[in-house]
């Protein structure tokens, strides 16, 4: 089990490129899995998450190479909507909800059934959300108790619905949009606000017909999906952690390159600048369909504010490390109307509120979101990840605010999405 020591260091200064998207990245190897040949994902996220989908396919009978030399290319033999092959065993989605409810999408449409599993954490979220349009849509399910992993699914005879999501969820919308292309005709899925879009830009991309009508997607099936050439933008997720360093730390000044900034995802940006930050937006350009810009950071004292709404849902996995910038800033910051963040990798309400009391900030656990009291310095602490890895990445921005060292315990899990953090964060206190 890795730790991480964090102690306290001068301003961060330095030039970084934020590593690639998780989203997209899964994304990519789904729908050039299904597609009629031969597709290039370039600066594609080797990291745990999404490779657990390149093997899931790989266990389906797709050919996939890696190429990595500084950045990873994938080569991907996408066989048609209906090329793949029944698993050769259990499919293994380990930490990764994202590639489970997706899966579960695509294997709603299969002529052979799967069974899916993940880890401690993956096996205690809910599944019940997906369960229940796909199974609407002709899909045999089985989950154990309260819809939770392990799952098996059986492909049946799909028929399009017009589904009315209870919860504004990418992964839901994602796995139903999938499960259309499955179905003669058309698709859809109301949301009650809009979550983040990559699948929808991206199946355009590759030719299915697509319709955005205010909150509602709709697709049209049995669409031959055209091979994809692209370029993975930056993930705006994991660039958030460096955005707070450089807005807390004093004195600090970071320049990160080609950061995501789709609109669904960058709600941290209009959070932060209320509470006082200063972060400029430069060179806003198109990479595969997304817009990608870099940020310029500067340190500014934050106040803290009121969130809530639909903010939060654009900031979904920037809640960790908003309540870490949170408890460095003057005043409170109240954030409500966030209890999805009660079913992720962890209880993220729970695992931010231990930590940072544990570093000696003033919290308040809400039902649905949280209190902070902020102050100028925390104190160095041995903190939990929870086995989480924005809560472990987090509570290292957290302790360098601190006189002393703070560890983070279990932090492995920072694979999952990011390898390679510490060491961009060493860079960036030694410039
Ligand atoms: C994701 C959607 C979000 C997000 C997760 C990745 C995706 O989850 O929190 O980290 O790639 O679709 P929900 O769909 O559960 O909100």
């Known amino acids: 089990m890795n730790v991480i020591k964090i102690t306290n260091k001068d301003a961060l200064s330095g030039e970084i490129a934020a590593p690639p998207d998780k989203s997209i990245s899964h994304r990519a190897v789904i729908l050039a899995a299904l597609a009629d040949g031969k597709s290039s994902i370039k600066n594609f996220l080797a990291a745990e998450d999404p490779l657990r989908t390149v093997e899931a396919f790989r266990q389906m009978g797709i050919e996939i190479t890696e190429h990595r030399t500084q950045n990873t ?146 697709v049209k099936g049995r669409a031959h999906l055209k091979p994809l050439t692209m370029t993975v933008p930056g993930d705006f997720s994991s660039a958030a952690f460096f955005i707070a360093a450089g807005v807390v730390v004093p004195g600090s000044e970071i320049f990160i390159r080609n950061v995501g900034v789709n609109p669904t995802r960058t709600g941290l940006l209009e959070i932060l600048k209320l509470m006082g930050a200063r972060i400029e937006v430069k060179n806003e350009h198109e990479v595969s369909g997304e817009p990608v810009a870099d940020l310029h950071i500067r340190y500014a004292p934050l106040t803290g504010i009121a969130v809530g709404g639909g903010l939060i849902l654009r900031a979904i996995d920037e809640f960790p490390i908003l309540c870490a910038a949170a408890s460095l800033s003057s005043g409170t910051t109240t954030i409500k109307g966030a209890r999805e963040l009660r079913v992720k990798e962890s209880d993220r309400i729970k695992s931010m509120a231990e930590g940072l009391k544990k570093m000696g900030a003033g919290i308040e656990e809400l039902e649905d979101g949280i209190i902070i009291h902020g102050r100028e310095r925390l104190l160095p602490a041995a903190l939990q990840s929870y086995g989480d890895h924005r809560v472990a990445m987090s509570m290292a921005i957290a302790g360098l605010m601190t006189q002393g060292e703070t560890i983070i315990e279990d932090s492995d899990c920072i694979n999952t999405s990011f390898p390679g953090f510490t060491e961009m964060l060493n860079r960036l206190q030694k410039s």
Do not use: W
């Not at 996408?78 to 994202?98: F, Q, R, W, Y």
């Not at 989950?143 to 028929?159: E, F, T």
């Open 73 to 218: 290319e994938l080569i991907i033999h996408g066989k048609g909507l209906m090329g793949l092959t029944a698993p050769n065993g259990v499919i293994d989605c380990g930490n990764s909800g994202t590639t489970m409810r997706l899966l579960c999408g695509v294997l709603a449409g299969q002529p052979f059934s799967a069974t899916l599993t993940g880890d401690a954490s993956l096996s205690k979220r809910p599944m019940q959300r997906i369960i229940a349009p796909l199974t609407g849509m002709g899909a045999k399910i089985t989950s154990q108790a309260k819809g939770c992993p392990p799952l098996n699914v059986a492909g049946g005879r799909m028929k399009p619905i017009s589904y009315k999501s209870p919860v504004a969820s990418a992964q839901v919308k994602s796995a139903i949009l999938l499960a259309g292309l499955y179905c003669d005709g058309i698709t859809s899925v109301l949301e009650p606000d809009r979550s983040r879009d990559h699948t929808e830009r991206m199946l355009g991309a590759a030719g299915v017909e697509i319709r955005i009508k205010n909150l509602e997607v709709s």
